[in-house]
T-cell receptor, first 114, second 115 residues
């Protein structure tokens, strides 16, 4: 049982390049999330999708777009990467059928923008 | 504005002793609190949670204490084991939200257990 799978694990981009971070979960969860983790900042929510077909902005959405392709997959796109987007990105999912169900995280994508 | 604060970036504890990780929050609307544990090159994993209707929740070696008046929670690990070496994130949410989109994380504390 893979849980939440993120690809790629590592990526180096030049400023202005674009890329898509992929995320898939096999737990039949309704909700999916994208976080970024920066030193001294904890985990901050970029975008989330409460259910298939819906997406909403989180705390730090600027410079990102998302697509909830189907129930399993939730991708994060950087259209024009900036050095400030150097970070570790985590995808997470949860079963929203109960209050306060815990998040299940992928292993992260480490992105460096030069 | 950091609503959830973990003021100790790191903590070292001898194996077998008690590890105490602290977390403070400022938002009085928070009423559900969680701890996540993160190993290097892995995503965070859920460890233990507590609702504001309780002041203590225990799961094996892990106990979380909540002091609502002080807006403070702590995670106790007894006895500490080498496998407990990880970064621990405190997180808080309001039960008004049926989901995690309003979950606020602290900055994390790196716990090192010394053999």
């Amino acid at each position: 049982n893979a849980g939440v799978t993120q690809t790629p694990k590592f990526q180096v981009l030049k400023t202005g390049q674009s890329m898509t971070l992929q995320c898939a979960q096999d737990m039949n969860h309704n909700s999916m999330y994208w976080y970024r983790q920066d030193p001294g900042m904890g985990l901050r929510l970029i975008y989330y999708s409460a259910s298939e077909g819906t997406t909403d902005k989180g705390e730090v959405p600027n410079g990102y777009n998302v697509s909830r392709l189907n129930k399993r997959e939730f991708s994060l796109r950087l259209e024009s990467a900036a050095p400030s987007q150097t970070s570790v990105y985590f995808c997470a999912s949860e079963n929203k059928s109960s209050y306060n169900s815990p998040l299940h995280f992928g292993n992260g994508t480490r992105l460096t923008v030069t | 504005d950091q609503q959830v604060k973990q003021n100790s970036p790191s903590l070292s504890v001898q194996e077998g002793r008690i590890s105490i990780l602290n977390c403070d929050y400022t938002n009085s609307m928070f009423d559900y609190f969680l701890w996540y544990k993160k190993y290097p090159a892995e995503g965070p994993t859920f460890l233990i949670s507590i609702s504001s209707i309780k002041d203590k929740n225990e799961d094996g070696r892990f106990t979380v204490f909540l002091n609502k008046s002080a807006k403070h929670l702590s995670l106790h690990i007894v006895p500490s084991q080498p496998g407990d070496s990880a970064v621990y994130f405190c997180a808080a949410s309001s039960n008004f939200n049926f989901g995690n989109e309003k979950l606020t994380f602290g900055t994390g504390t790196r716990l090192t257990i010394i053999p």
